[in-house]
């Protein structure tokens, strides 16, 4: 784990959502420097099925070696930040970092999500960090390393993040959208950026979402809250930033991180909003088998029989396009688009193009389930089958 440097003792920490998780977590490593913390959040009585309130959180804070402000705060509610604002100014002396957690999730499609949860989604996620921002950024313009860092994902347009969950992506890409604004429009007085887990991360809402039994999958927030202690402690040069967890702490010299798995050793759940890299794709194709299949069909021999350009649009875990070039050259296949147009494009999800190249899915049988949508010359897609067949013949 991260260690403690002590840089930012003494500097004030406004955290919203930091009465539990990942909120909690971040203001603990700040207090363990000595800072202190305006705990801005609404649980001030206990909660039915949700720990903690923001008098135990700081009475962790302050048991941790910081100093903390419990503020009754609803982020939709401009009134009660403005106050929590002008309480932590006046016990403190100003504000040197703000950290918009606080945030809403209802993954639901548009039919299914009422209008009163977009509404939550939008109030907390979106205008909740604006406004906060907002009312902060005066104070934080008084600070000798002023920041802001807000917990959202970056800014990615696969059409995969949207379609299940529209209203919540919209919401949470409002708050990337804010830094994305905000450290530009600040560019040299205050650091604006956002923090993402590449992994799931286990809370309670989580444990809520996915049940009991997805904790095994997960890391502890300690990844996220060593995470943003690394970017807090940087100069304001660091801004407009969009940083995953993992990726910060390998720069700060982190190697080991089954110390933040819950069970380590257990594959972990990636989150939202991050594709996968073509090499994870490549691997998993390879434990299925599917691999030498898609090597195998590359011969000068097929080449010359097949004079097609495949393209595949993988939607799915491991959304991306691959390609089997089987018209020029000697034949070519791998990631990204293929080098010249293709003859005809298949569309289907991830799962489904393993199993495929793994021999266990025939082309026609997921064309006709509905599976998988081709595009372009229906008869290239007939010889690609064949050829799958020949190959799985003779291993």
Known sequence: MLHNTGKLAGCTVFITGASRGIGKAIALKAARDGANVV??????????????????????????????????VDVR????????????????????????????????????????????????NLRG??????????????????????????LNLNPIWFKNHTAYTIAKYGMSMCVL???????????????????????AAMDMLGGSGIGKQCRKVEIMADAAYAILKKPTSFTGQFVIDEDILKTEGIKEFDVYAVE?????????????????????????????AFKRILSPDIVKTTQGVYRF????????????????????????????????????????????????????????????????????AIKLEKMMAMMKSKL
């Open 181 to 203: 604004g905000m450290a530009e429009e600040f560019k040299g007085s205050i650091a604006v950026n956002a923090l993402w887990p590449k992994t799931a991360i286990q809370t």
């Open 39 to 72: 705990v801005a959040a609404k649980t001030a009585d206990p909660h039915p099925k949700l720990p903690g309130t923001i008098y135990t959180a700081a009475a962790e804070i302050e048991a941790a070696g910081g100093k903390a402000l419990p503020c009754i």
């Open 313 to 380: 649009d993988l939607s799915g875990e491991h959304a991306g396009v691959w390609y089997i070039d089987l018209k020029n050259d000697a034949g070519s296949a791998g990631s990204g688009d293929p080098p010249v147009k293709a003859d005809v494009v298949m569309a289907l999800d991830s799962a489904d193009f393993i199993k495929m190249f793994g021999g266990k899915l025939k082309p026609t049988m997921a064309f006709m389930s509905g599976k998988l949508k081709i595009k372009g010359d229906m008869g290239l």
């Open 264 to 292: 380590p050793g257990h594959p972990l759940l990636p989150d939202f909003f991050l594709d996968q890299q073509p090499e994870d794709l490549a691997k998993q194709m390879e434990e299925h088998g599917a691999t030498p």
């Open 77 to 124: 509610d401009e009134k009660q930040i403005n106050e929590a604002v002008e309480q932590a100014v006046e016990k403190f002396g100003g504000i040197d970092i703000l950290v918009n957690n606080a945030s809403a999730i209802n993954l639901t499609g548009t039919l299914e999500t009422p209008m009163k949860k977009v509404d939550l989604m939008l109030g907390i």
């Open 129 to 154: 960090t604006y406004l906060t921002s907002k009312l902060c950024i005066p104070h934080l313009l008084k600070s000798k390393n002023p920041h802001i860092l807000n917990l959202s994902p970056p």
